[in-house]
């Protein structure tokens, strides 16, 4: 029996980590936000919502989003080691089409070819929680969410309480570590509340010294990256208010230096400083009327400064040339309102407005400040049919300043009560992603490129179906088991890719030229026996093949399946909490036409699939301290091979990928008290 099919049999019996807090986890009770007309449980919930808790954060000795999200199913991700990008997709949709919230506030700041925020520039030590809604959540949320929505919740405090702690953690970087390789992280954070006030302030540094690899001299095949993040939060709580102002800063500096040519190197440091602010207010007008206003502006700039290296003198110089020294800039306001009115006890109502204004320069960006303007009122109602019946129809109106956007985007969301054990979840949503600021004004023209944006181009539109069933197996005083069973189908038109530019053969550019189409089942089993937590999950994922649309012998859909498992083992008495996590990512095959012998051929070419697995040991010592100790990348992978041979767009998509930079092994201390202690 070989390797791959043996892991996939243990997973099959293994079960997944939860914390102490995991049975509230494993029954959807805890309380979600995301997507929701006031807070409430997710059973409850015609969404069907997964959290991750602040716990399971803490158990896997995380230090960025990755670490967290990286043994999700039916999320992926696709490394770029030079720029120190994450790029994730979701039920097989890229990132791009993901929108990315913090406290329901999205982010701003799409970079590269991908055009996606960097989840891994997010501050993992201000998490409290994340939730994830898979599908469409556009009625709600606006442009790219057309795959889904991941918020990220942040810690708040509890009125009354003070709390204080210290985190320390070394890592090793595949088998490199020293004062300037591997893995540095320190933070350090604290909340006090008193009477109706409430404060908070965060602050961390990553450094993380680079991987050499198999790259050679001064060269590394990943690059150093060092990022220094802050946060700090003051509010003001009443019976019937709640409002505070939120900062977070991120500073961050990311090192490609390169071998000597001659005498002279050219390295490249890209600096990205941001500034997010929030002002968020929540006020009930009395038991059936509540507005809650979000006002936020983001100031994100990325500095690309490039020198020269004398090999002889050490001497460091500013280096002359097109494109060596750039700033790109973008900055977001977002002003958004949302009002609840219940009717009667069977029909809640909620309008509300969605303002956001972007604006970008520098970064091969048209000259001068390029905006986008976009301006929603969306409105939906959530009316309780039945005992068992719930629906929640949804519309959202648009007008954008530069694109063609949909000028009406509805959805519903509906959830069925079999039984006490049983519910369904049925979901139609209308999505579309906005074509970004880059898409639509981009300017790169020297020796190998001709690249410009199109400001012609349509939003991306989609059609996405869903549902899930949920079961409450088993439950009894040994062991409680849950199933939910889910599928998917979502089909995107007007899909913005590369092409050649109308009238000029000799220019690429950005186009309204494509269909996709995805989609998928999945199953999640969660258990609970005595001291051991788990799940197991399974999904099968088909990605539309766009060949066939010229050449009907071929297959509609190519698929890849994912396994997820890991277990946890609680020694209460004894503080300590043994947790494993495994995912393995199948064979993603897809086809190309591709030149041979001067001819042009159909060729079926696959990314291999790997598996990926994380062990964690965590141990309460004394009072206030927790040692988290472990091992991430268990099996060693580095690359896996992309048999492609083509280009895609105007970069190669051929050869090895990275996925990681080897076993690399931790310990974390922390140091926690609270006026709880």
């Given at each position: 029996?070989?390797?791959?099919?043996?892991?996939?049999?243990?997973?099959?019996?293994?079960v997944?980590?939860?914390?102490?807090?995991?049975?509230?986890?494993?029954?959807?009770?805890?309380?979600v936000?995301t997507?929701?007309?006031?807070?409430?449980?997710?059973?409850?919930?015609?969404?069907?919502?997964?959290?991750?808790?602040?716990?399971?954060?803490?158990?896997?000795?995380?230090?960025?989003?990755?670490?967290?999200?990286?043994?999700?199913l039916?999320?992926?991700?696709?490394?770029?080691?030079?720029l120190?990008?994450?790029?994730?997709?979701?039920?097989?949709?890229?990132?791009?089409?993901?929108?990315?919230?913090?406290?329901?506030?999205?982010?701003?700041?799409?970079?590269?070819t991908?055009?996606?925020?960097?989840?891994?520039q997010?501050?993992?030590?201000?998490?409290?929680?994340?939730?994830?809604?898979?599908?469409?959540?556009?009625?709600?949320?606006?442009?790219?969410?057309?795959?889904?929505?991941?918020?990220i919740?942040?810690?708040?405090?509890?009125?009354?309480?003070?709390?204080?702690?210290a985190?320390?953690?070394?890592?090793?970087?595949?088998?490199?570590?020293?004062?300037?390789?591997g893995?540095?992280?320190?933070?350090?954070?604290?909340?006090?509340?008193?009477?109706?006030?409430?404060s908070?302030?965060?602050?961390?540094?990553?450094?993380?010294?680079?991987?050499?690899?198999?790259?050679?001299?001064?060269?590394?095949?990943?690059?150093?990256?060092?990022?220094?993040?802050?946060?700090?939060?003051f509010?003001?709580?009443?019976?019937?208010?709640?409002?505070?102002?939120r900062?977070?800063?991120?500073?961050?500096?990311?090192?490609?230096?390169?071998?000597?040519?001659?005498?002279?190197?050219?390295?490249?440091?890209?600096?990205?400083?941001?500034?997010?602010?929030?002002?968020?207010?929540?006020?009930?007008?009395?038991?059936?009327?509540?507005?809650?206003?979000?006002?936020?502006?983001?100031?994100?700039?990325?500095?690309t400064?490039?020198?020269?290296?004398?090999?002889?003198t050490?001497?460091r110089r500013?280096?002359?040339g097109?494109?060596?020294?750039?700033?790109?800039?973008?900055?977001?306001?977002?002003?958004?309102?949302?009002f609840?009115?219940?009717?009667?006890?069977?029909?809640?109502?909620?309008?509300?407005?969605?303002?956001?204004?972007e604006?970008?320069?520098?970064?091969?960006?048209?000259?001068?400040?390029?905006?986008?303007?976009?301006?929603?009122?969306?409105?939906?109602?959530?009316?309780?049919?039945?005992?068992?019946?719930?629906?929640?129809?949804?519309?959202?109106?648009?007008?954008?300043?530069?694109?063609?956007?949909?000028?009406?985007?509805?959805?519903?969301?509906?959830?069925?009560?079999?039984?006490?054990?049983?519910?369904?979840?049925?979901?139609?949503?209308r999505?579309?992603?906005?074509?970004?600021?880059?898409?639509?004004?981009?300017?790169?023209?020297?020796?190998?490129?001709s690249?410009?944006g199109?400001?012609?181009?349509?939003?991306?539109?989609?059609?996405?179906?869903?549902?899930?069933?949920?079961?409450?197996?088993l439950?009894?005083?040994?062991?409680?088991?849950?199933?939910?069973?889910?599928?998917?189908?979502?089909?995107?038109?007007?899909?913005?890719?590369?092409?050649?530019?109308?009238?000029n053969?000799?220019?690429?550019?950005?186009?309204?030229?494509?269909?996709?189409?995805?989609?998928?089942?999945?199953?999640?089993?969660?258990?609970?026996?005595?001291?051991?937590?788990?799940?197991?999950?399974?999904?099968?994922?088909?990605?539309?093949?766009?060949?066939?649309?010229?050449i009907?012998?071929?297959?509609?859909?190519?698929?890849?399946?994912?396994?997820?498992?890991?277990?946890?083992?609680?020694?209460?008495?004894?503080?300590?909490?043994?947790?494993?996590?495994y995912?393995y990512?199948?064979?993603?095959?897809?086809?190309?036409?591709?030149?041979?012998?001067?001819?042009?051929?159909?060729?079926?070419s696959?990314?291999?699939?790997y598996?990926?697995?994380?062990?964690?040991?965590?141990?309460?010592?004394?009072?206030?301290?927790?040692?988290?100790?472990?091992?991430?990348?268990?099996?060693?992978?580095?690359?896996?091979?992309?048999?492609?041979?083509?280009?895609?767009?105007?970069?190669?998509?051929?050869?090895?990928?990275?996925?990681?930079?080897?076993?690399?092994?931790?310990i974390?201390?922390?140091?926690s008290?609270?006026?709880?202690?």
């Amino acid at each position: 029996m070989n390797k791959s099919l043996l892991l996939i049999l243990l997973s099959l019996i293994a079960v997944k980590v939860y914390s102490q807090d995991s049975l509230a986890t494993m029954y959807l009770d805890e309380v979600v936000v995301t997507g929701q007309f006031e807070p409430q449980s997710a059973r409850k919930s015609v969404y069907s919502v997964r959290t991750i808790p602040q716990e399971i954060i803490q158990a896997r000795g995380a230090t960025k989003l990755q670490d967290v999200l990286n043994t999700e199913l039916n999320v992926r991700f696709s490394q770029d080691a030079t720029l120190g990008g994450s790029n994730l997709s979701m039920q097989g949709l890229s990132g791009q089409n993901v929108k990315i919230l913090v406290d329901g506030v999205p982010m701003v700041g799409r970079q590269g070819t991908s055009n996606e925020i960097n989840i891994n520039q997010i501050n993992i030590q201000t998490i409290e929680r994340i939730e994830v809604v898979e599908g469409p959540m556009s009625t709600v949320y606006g442009s790219d969410a057309l795959a889904g929505v991941i918020n990220i919740i942040t810690k708040k405090g509890i009125a009354g309480k003070w709390d204080l702690s210290a985190r320390v953690q070394e890592e090793t970087v595949g088998d490199e570590y020293s004062m300037e390789k591997g893995i540095h992280n320190q933070s350090v954070s604290g909340g006090y509340s008193w009477d109706k006030i409430y404060s908070r302030l965060d602050l961390s540094r990553n450094n993380f010294g680079g991987w050499q690899g198999s790259a050679v001299e001064r060269d590394k095949q990943w690059q150093p990256k060092d990022q220094l993040l802050a946060g700090g939060l003051f509010g003001y709580k009443s019976e019937k208010n709640n409002t505070y102002y939120r900062l977070d800063y991120l500073n961050e500096d990311i090192y490609n230096p390169a071998n000597f040519d001659g005498n002279q190197a050219l390295d490249q440091n890209y600096i990205t400083n941001r500034f997010m602010h929030q002002l968020q207010s929540t006020h009930m007008f009395s038991d059936r009327f509540s507005a809650t206003l979000s006002n936020a502006y983001t100031d994100y700039e990325r500095k690309t400064r490039s020198t020269t290296v004398d090999k002889n003198t050490g001497e460091r110089r500013l280096a002359l040339g097109a494109g060596l020294q750039d700033i790109t800039k973008f900055s977001g306001i977002t002003l958004r309102g949302t009002f609840q009115y219940k009717i009667n006890d069977r029909l809640t109502i909620q309008p509300g407005y969605d303002l956001n204004l972007e604006s970008g320069q520098g970064g091969r960006i048209k000259t001068g400040t390029q905006q986008i303007g976009d301006y929603a009122f969306f409105g939906s109602a959530e009316w309780q049919v039945t005992k068992a019946l719930q629906i929640r129809p949804g519309l959202r109106v648009i007008n954008n300043s530069v694109y063609s956007a949909p000028p009406v985007v509805p959805s519903i969301n509906s959830k069925l009560t079999l039984s006490k054990k049983h519910d369904l979840r049925f979901a139609y949503g209308r999505g579309f992603r906005a074509p970004s600021i880059r898409e639509l004004y981009f300017d790169f023209f020297d020796s190998n490129h001709s690249v410009e944006g199109n400001t012609s181009l349509e939003a991306e539109l989609s059609h996405s179906f869903s549902g899930t069933w949920n079961w409450d197996a088993l439950e009894s005083d040994k062991m409680k088991w849950s199933m939910i069973v889910g599928g998917f189908y979502n089909s995107v038109d007007n899909m913005i890719n590369f092409g050649q530019k109308p009238g000029n053969s000799l220019v690429t550019t950005y186009l309204n030229i494509d269909r996709f189409k995805t989609k998928g089942l999945t199953l999640n089993n969660k258990v609970k026996m005595g001291k051991l937590d788990g799940s197991l999950g399974f999904s099968y994922t088909g990605r539309f093949n766009q060949l066939k649309e010229s050449i009907n012998t071929l297959d509609e859909f190519v698929y890849s399946p994912e396994i997820i498992t890991s277990l946890s083992y609680k020694m209460i008495e004894a503080g300590l909490i043994l947790s494993a996590y495994y995912k393995y990512t199948g064979v993603t095959p897809y086809y190309e036409i591709i030149t041979q012998n001067g001819s042009e051929e159909v060729s079926l070419s696959k990314i291999s699939a790997y598996h990926w697995a994380d062990i964690t040991l965590q141990k309460d010592i004394l009072k206030n301290f927790i040692v988290t100790t472990g091992v991430r990348n268990v099996f060693d992978v580095v690359n896996i091979n992309n048999t492609s041979t083509t280009s895609a767009g105007v970069h190669s998509s051929g050869g090895s990928r990275p996925v990681g930079y080897g076993r690399s092994y931790f310990i974390s201390l922390t140091y926690s008290i609270s006026s709880t202690n």
